[in-house]
């Protein structure tokens, strides 16, 4: 749990938030706020909406109900407003999405150079700190293919700080990780929320989520069924649902 | 004439080719002819049989082949005529020697046919040139630039010197050359567009593209061709032309484009959806995100097919004669139009076809050593 003071205005706020996927309702009254700062751990079981909820917050995912607003923008069909959020959000994936076409310092740069038009040199600067921040600057000139898991999920952590992004969004970082590899990825996350990023994460690493989160949301068939500070999370869960849950994963 | 160091050398060539190359290595390297045979071409009764019928067939057709091609064959006239040729009982290869420039160049001004051969080599040595890494620099494209306005100013001429040659003089190898190399470089990038375009969610756009697609998919190039040159001036006001060259190309352009944006669009479905995704996270905008991240992926794993496409270009110019342009096949048959020379008929069609040959593989082994050079994506 960080200890610095959260202020109070939401930066990423969703209310009453309705996705359908035809027929399915997959988020149903969706209400999620996060103040700057916030750590919010989302956890629930597969299929409960927590990845569609998240992938929400810098639309690439459309929902058809409620509001969202970022950053104090509203998220509509406006293309400026999408872009303007996107370079303000970065998104780490459960499978990387690394470009397996560039290196891995192109990777980083891609985005600042394309999207910011700041200047090669600076670019390549800013990547290669983000780079050892992640702690492995000697993979630079590496094409992510030739990267283990462990070390593409970090590069992906990087390639989405290289944007300088207010947000950051975790959609299950280390689910597709084999389990040596996941504590060099959790590491990063923690380093990274200590220095005070606001961050919403998908995650079942619940020992990373008492470490972190600010704030536990539990889902479940498409609604929020339980928001709540860790300890109390953790330690007398409200609903039984979410008791049921944690009893699951944390049980054995 | 038969030379006689001709038929030496033959001979040791034709024993070259029989050496096979390290089929199986052994442990100890030694290789050895008789167990490779057992083991390769007798391990059992249907293998023996079918490779005594290989053999058989071999022999059937490589010696007579041989001697009509070579050993029989008439090299060059003296007198001009074909007499030698009708005496010899092989390949009347002298025709190449008589006709070539016609061939090559069709109706071109006899006098003039420096200017296409120049032309031609200007290209393909611009075609050679680009083929290599080390020269994929920005001032390829400046060196393009200057060739194309060079070529151009060879074949029309018209100013510094050079007296004008209109389009319908122009034939042979460097009409073929010209209409599939710019019918290839129009066609690709309307090729991606049109690609784009059918997977577009923007319906209308959608709509056109699938549309075009399908309707030029669903005719021949040949009646492509035929509309371009006959039914489009139809539609143009009294007074208007279009060059019939233009018009044979814009045909072409569009029935290859079609044909090479399904190709296109193989690659792009092939792409994860999380490529896009990332892509559109990072606030890239749909021309970046496809330029930078969706297309060289795609069009990287689409080479065989684009090459494909490209080949099969190259080939469908012969079509052009339809409309009455003299492309390198109806320059080689109207070279063959001489009654003295129309009985070696194959051995003109023989020549023309070893220039598409000759182009096409290189096309092909050019598209092999690209997707290698290109597989860093995989690369380990």
């Known amino acids: ?252 | 004439m038969i030379k006689p160091e001709d038929d030496i050398h033959n001979a040791l060539a034709a024993a070259d080719v029989e050496e096979p190359s390290q089929a199986v290595a052994p442990a100890n390297s030694v290789w050895k002819p008789l167990s490779w045979a057992k083991s390769n071409l007798f391990d059992s009764v249907p293998n023996a049989l079918l490779t005594l019928l290989a053999l058989l067939l071999l022999w059937e057709t490589v010696p007579p082949l041989l001697s009509w091609g070579l050993f029989n064959a008439t090299w060059s006239v003296a007198d001009g005529t074909a007499a030698a040729c009708r005496d010899g009982t092989g390949a009347c290869w002298a025709l190449m020697g008589e006709k070539n420039r016609l061939m090559l160049f069709g109706v071109y001004p006899y006098d003039q046919h420096w200017r296409p051969l120049l032309a031609t080599a200007i290209v393909i040595a611009m075609l050679a040139t680009s083929a290599l890494r080390r020269f994929w620099l920005p001032a390829l494209g400046y060196a393009w630039l200057g060739a194309v306005v060079v070529v151009a100013w060879l074949m029309w001429g018209g100013f510094l010197g050079l007296t004008y040659v209109e389009t319908a003089q122009w034939g042979g190898l460097p009409l073929t050359l010209g209409l599939a190399l710019l019918g290839i470089v129009l066609a690709f990038p309307l090729s991606i567009v049109l690609a784009l375009g059918r997977r577009s969610n923007l319906p209308a756009i959608k709509a056109i593209c699938t549309g075009y697609i399908e309707l030029v998919r669903g005719v021949p190039l040949v009646s492509v061709l035929f509309m371009a040159s006959v039914m489009f001036p139809l539609f143009l006001p009294e007074g208007v032309t279009i060059d019939k060259l233009l018009r044979a190309l814009a045909g072409m352009t569009l029935f290859t484009a079609a044909y090479l944006a399904e190709a296109v669009r193989g690659g792009l479905q092939a792409i994860p959806r999380g490529q896009e995704e990332a892509a559109d996270a990072l606030g890239l905008s749909y021309w970046r995100k496809m330029r930078l991240i969706v297309l060289p992926q795609a069009l990287r794993l689409v080479i065989p097919p684009i090459v494909n496409q490209f080949i099969s270009c190259f080939k469908d110019t012969s079509l052009v004669t339809i409309v009455g342009l003299y492309d390198l096949l109806a320059a080689t048959k109207a070279a063959l139009a001489d009654p003295e020379w129309r009985p070696f008929f194959v051995e003109g069609y023989v020549a023309a076809a070893l220039v598409y040959w000759c182009f096409c593989f290189f096309m092909s082994r050019y598209s092999q050593w690209l997707e290698r050079e290109l597989a860093t994506g995989t690369r380990r």
């Open chain 1, 1 to 252: 749990m960080s200890e610095a003071p959260l202020s109070e205005a939401p930066v990423v706020e969703l209310i009453d938030v309705q996705k359908w996927y035809g027929a399915f309702h997959v988020l149903k009254d969706v209400n999620l706020s996060v103040r700057k700062g916030e750590k919010v751990v989302v956890c629930g079981p597969s299929g409960s909406g927590k990845s569609t909820m998240i992938r929400c917050v810098n639309r690439l995912e459309e929902h058809q109900g409620g509001r969202i607003v970022v950053g104090g923008i509203e998220l509509a069909d406006d293309l400026k407003a999408i872009e303007a959020i996107r370079k303000d959000v970065g998104m780490v994936f459960q499978s990387f999405n690394l470009f397996p076409h560039l290196t891995v310092l192109e990777n980083l740069t891609l985005a600042p150079l394309w999207v910011k038009h700041i200047p090669k040199a600076e670019a390549e600067d800013l990547a290669m700190q983000l780079l050892k921040r992640v702690r492995i600057p000697d993979q630079a000139k590496k094409y992510p293919g030739q990267l283990s898991g462990g070390q593409q999920q970090r590069v992906a952590i990087a390639r989405a700080l290289a944007m300088k992004p207010s947000i950051m969004l975790f959609d299950e970082p280390t689910s597709a990780l084999d389990p040596e590899m996941v504590k060099e990825v959790l590491d990063v996350m923690i380093e990274l929320a200590g220095e005070g990023m606001t961050m919403i994460c998908v995650t079942h690493e619940m020992g990373f989520a008492r470490a972190v989160a600010d704030t536990m949301v539990f889902m479940a068939e498409g609604r929020v069924i339980e928001t709540a500070p860790p300890q109390q999370f953790f330690s007398d869960p409200k609903s039984e649902r979410t008791r049921q849950f944690l009893g699951q994963i944390i049980g054995h």
